[in-house]
């Protein structure tokens, strides 16, 4: 019986859902939030390894991030701290909000949380974030040790680690093959890239690994993933949509740019 363990940078994994990131952009809304199924992204990675392998089903799932812990009294910050503005304070609620419904929705597919970490926010942190002087670790190194660890323990299992970041390999490489070959990234092409990342990200992709990279931006996967049980994609242009009813039996899928505009009655 072999399974596949799925660990995923969850940091990294929600900019790519974010509005212009890589997952927003294989969809006929780049401007908006892509809504990720974890459930239908263990799928797609199982089906990925089933393509080549055995594999049997979904076992251990990890998602690392850290999430500020907002204090009692934190609306009061821009009274006590002159420097401090109301819209700071907005914007960090906001970013909290949206990073624990990442989390949840992880969760509910099962998710571990061992790995999100929810430090205390300071007024120093708050006065980085508006300089975007505050660097956040790229990658959770709690994530890639669970990796690792279930690289050793689990040798007969898959194990998918969802980043973009080739900050992991030297982890990865403790494990990988000496004691499994089974080990494969889940990421974005790196032509998908700016030049800044797309250096590192080649090494990532470029590491030989047997069982090859899951990309998740790609239109043909991207349809796999997003929420949603009627998904499709456009027959024009091949841009992702998801919406509540079926496409009916006569007619093609169409995204929201190549839909004949509607007569009025
Ligand atoms: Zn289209």
Redesign the pocket.
């Known amino acids: 019986m072999a399974d596949l363990n799925v660990f995923v940078d969850g940091t990294w994994l929600l900019v790519q859902c974010g509005a212009g990131g890589s997952l927003a952009n294989s969809t006929?809304t780049p401007d908006r939030r892509f809504p990720l199924d974890f459930s239908r992204l263990n799928s797609a990675l199982l089906e990925h390894v089933r393509v080549n392998w055995q594999c049997d089903g979904i076992g251990e799932c990890y998602i690392s991030t850290s999430i500020f812990t907002l204090p009692h009294g934190f609306d009061d910050w821009p009274t006590q701290y002159v420097d401090i503005t109301q819209e700071q304070v907005e914007k960090a609620k906001k970013a909290v909000a949206a990073r624990e419904a990442f989390v949840r929705s992880a969760a509910r597919a099962g998710y571990k949380q061992d790995a999100v970490f929810r430090p205390p926010i300071r007024d120093y942190i708050i006065r980085k974030l508006a300089d975007r002087k505050y660097q956040e670790k790229q990658v959770d190194t709690s994530v890639v040790a669970l990796l690792v660890k279930a690289a050793i323990t689990k040798a007969g299992d898959f194990h998918a680690v969802v980043t973009g970041d080739s900050d992991i390999l030297p982890a990865v490489r403790v494990a990988y093959p000496e004691f499994t070959k089974n080990v494969f990234v889940t990421t974005t092409h790196p032509d998908e890239l700016n030049a800044r990342h797309r250096q590192t990200a080649f090494s990532l992709v470029e590491f030989q690994f047997d069982v090859p990279p899951f990309y998740m931006q790609n239109k043909e996967n991207a349809v796999q993933i997003i929420e949603g049980n009627h998904a499709y994609r456009?027959e024009?242009?091949g841009?992702v949509f998801s919406q509540p009813r079926p496409v009916p039996a006569r007619q093609r899928p169409?995204?929201r740019?190549?839909r004949p505009a509607r007569v009025a009655p």
């Open positions: 006929d456009c024009e242009c841009l169409r995204c740019n190549h």
